[in-house]
């Protein structure tokens, strides 16, 4: 039987969220508007005012904001309460610019645990589980949001962050962890931990919460055999709190959005213009709670499809699509779109595990696409004859999803460097 956190919001009928989000978002403009002159500056020049902003229906008037204004407003530019009333910042990797420092009130991370704790609720989770939380501690979100979560839904939490995976196993053995919580690729790699050193039938889990990077429903389907698990999708951003935004639930086909915390738009990256539901096109999130570091209308880069279908968990709350990859992280090759998703999906199917890299580079002017792939223990072959023949199926696979030549280079197995975080897949050597 389908479980809720906070049943009164995650399945509130649309006519109560919608009244509940406009009050909402009328207020939270207001409070923008008072508190950061940077978005204001931003507001006036789009001759927008807070009286404008009525309901739902006016949040297509509001300016966007991106990373860039993140960046440029670093560190305290977009802060909307005093420090005094601010106890913790969480913060980006900072791997393509300046680190994106995101504020909280007590108030912000008790909301935030709530909605990491539906998640976990969705999952399967209750006060008589164990709860092993492998995403990143400190500046990272992942860690301090399932935790918290878990301590409201009253499981056991292992803090256990990421890394030190012989470590891990013999806590997830000897406290028999029923719930995982980290990156889809380290759920990967302690999968095939486990069963490098037999301790399959030591492992009790039944769930596991994967997020913070991009995988795909082969991925999913792999890791579920390999764990005998399920595995639940879970979205979020450091800007707009952290993992919790949206969940899955048993049905998995899209993740359910915290309407009631977050309003989302679809639209389209190249124009700003608002989608119709159901059309695929980057997501936008307005926070409409959050007191200490609120965005309104927040480009996420992140490509999906937002439904309204009727879900048989009995959530009410709007459906995103698994994201597609991202506006800024598509790789554009001989002038076709190619998402590390689609790579990883056609390896999957061919047999291989999600252990790759790709790297693009530009030689004699023309875009070149070189795809490293491990081979698992069961195909491995020393013969150059076999490795031949596998690398030109693969070559043939990849043609057909992405229409374009990618060259295929098979690897001896454990070759290609393993994550405990967010994986490494693309190498981009063009000096564009």
Not at 75 to 96: E, M, N
Not at 336 to 344: R, Y
Not at 405 to 411: D, F, S, T
């Amino acid at each position: 039987m389908e479980r809720y956190y906070q049943p009164e919001m995650e399945c509130a009928s649309r006519e109560t969220m919608l009244a509940l989000q406009n009050e909402r978002l009328v207020k939270q403009v207001r409070h923008v508007w008072d508190n950061v002159p940077y978005y204001r500056k931003k507001m006036e020049e789009k001759g927008v005012t807070p009286d404008d902003i009525q309901s739902v229906a006016d949040l297509h008037k509001l300016p966007f904001l991106s990373k860039d204004d993140l960046r440029d407003a670093y560190p305290y530019g977009l802060l909307a309460k005093p420090l005094k009333d601010c106890v913790r910042i969480q913060s980006t990797s900072g791997t393509t610019g300046k680190r994106v420092v995101a504020f909280y009130t007590q108030p912000d991370i008790d909301l935030w645990e709530d909605c990491c704790a539906r998640a976990i609720v969705a999952a399967g989770g209750t006060d008589e589980d164990v709860c092993q939380v492998c995403y990143g501690y400190g500046l990272f979100t992942g860690g301090p949001g399932l935790n918290g979560g878990s301590h409201k839904v009253g499981c056991l939490t292992l803090p256990m962050s990421s890394g030190n995976t012989d470590r891990q196993l013999q806590f997830m053995v000897d406290l028999q962890s029923t719930i995982l919580c980290c990156t889809p690729s380290y759920a990967a790699y302690l999968a095939e931990s486990i069963h490098e050193r037999g301790l399959r039938d030591q492992i009790k889990l039944k769930a596991g919460i994967f997020g913070a990077e991009a995988w795909s429903e082969e991925m999913r389907r792999d890791i579920e055999k390999q764990l005998g698990i399920k595995a639940y999708d879970i979205y979020g951003l450091t800007e707009t709190s952290g993992p919790g935004v949206a969940f899955e639930c048993s049905e998995q086909t899209g993740m359910h959005i915290n309407e009631d915390h977050f309003i989302a738009e679809i639209i389209d990256p190249n124009t700003g213009e608002v989608l119709p539901e159901g059309t695929k096109g980057e997501l936008v999130f307005t926070s409409i709670t959050k007191e200490a570091f609120p965005l309104l209308r927040y480009r996420t880069r992140d490509i999906c499809v937002l439904t309204r279908e009727q879900c048989s968990c009995g959530r009410t709350l709007v459906k995103m699509s698994k994201p597609m990859g991202r506006s800024d992280d598509m790789l554009i090759v001989k002038g076709v779109n190619v998402f590390p998703s689609q790579i990883e999906a056609v390896l999957i199917e061919q047999g291989y595990q999600a252990n790759y890299q790709i790297i693009v580079d530009r030689v004699n002017n023309s875009d070149t696409l070189d795809v490293l792939v491990e081979m698992t223990p069961e195909n491995f072959s020393d013969s150059l004859g076999k490795i031949t023949e596998m690398e030109k199926s693969l070559v043939a696979a990849l043609k057909a999803m992405l229409g374009i030549y990618a060259r295929v280079k098979l690897v001896a197995p454990k070759t290609i460097a393993r994550s405990e975080g967010k994986a490494v897949r693309i190498i981009d050597k063009r000096k564009i």
